[in-house]
C-alpha cells in the first residue's frame, strides 16, 4: 500500500498561482499513472490532471493550458502547478495514483481562490 503527504494548497486571489506537491512512500516507477483530482463542495470528484509512467500528459479541459503536472523521480514526488487561477478552481485536491493492485488517493489539500 501507497502512503502520500500532499502539501502546497491555501489561500490565493484569482489570477494567482499555487504548486501542490505529493510524495509517495515507493518508487515513482511503482506506478502505472499519476494524477490529481478535485473536488468541490456539493460536487462530484474530478480527474483534472494525469500523468503516466511513459511521461503522456491528459488534462480536463477546464484547466488545460493553465495547470502543469511533473514529477521529480529522484524524490518520488508530483507536482500540479496551477496558473491563473479562478474562484471556480476552489476544491480540493487529492493525488491519486494507479498501480497493479488498484487506484489509492491521498488525503486531500484544500485550494481557495477568492479575494
Known amino acids: 500500500q501507497v502512503q502520500f503527504a500532499e502539501s502546497g494548497g491555501g489561500l490565493v486571489q484569482p489570477g494567482g498561482s499555487l504548486r501542490l506537491s505529493c510524495a509517495f512512500s515507493?518508487?515513482?516507477?511503482?506506478?502505472?499513472?499519476m494524477g490529481w483530482s478535485r473536488q468541490a463542495p456539493g460536487q462530484q470528484r474530478e480527474l483534472v490532471a494525469m500523468?503516466?509512467?511513459?511521461?503522456?500528459?491528459d488534462y480536463s479541459d477546464s484547466v488545460k493550458g493553465r495547470f502543469t503536472i511533473s514529477r521529480d523521480d529522484a524524490k518520488n514526488t508530483v507536482y500540479l502547478q496551477m496558473n491563473a487561477l479562478k474562484p471556480e478552481d476552489t476544491a480540493v485536491y487529492y493525488c491519486?495514483?494507479?498501480?497493479?493492485?488498484?487506484?489509492?488517493w491521498g488525503q486531500g489539500t484544500l485550494v481557495t481562490v477568492s479575494s
Open positions: 515507493l518508487n515513482i516507477f511503482s506506478f502505472d499513472s
Open positions: 500523468l503516466s509512467n511513459s511521461g503522456t500528459t
Open positions: 491519486k495514483v494507479d498501480m497493479w493492485s488498484g487506484t489509492y
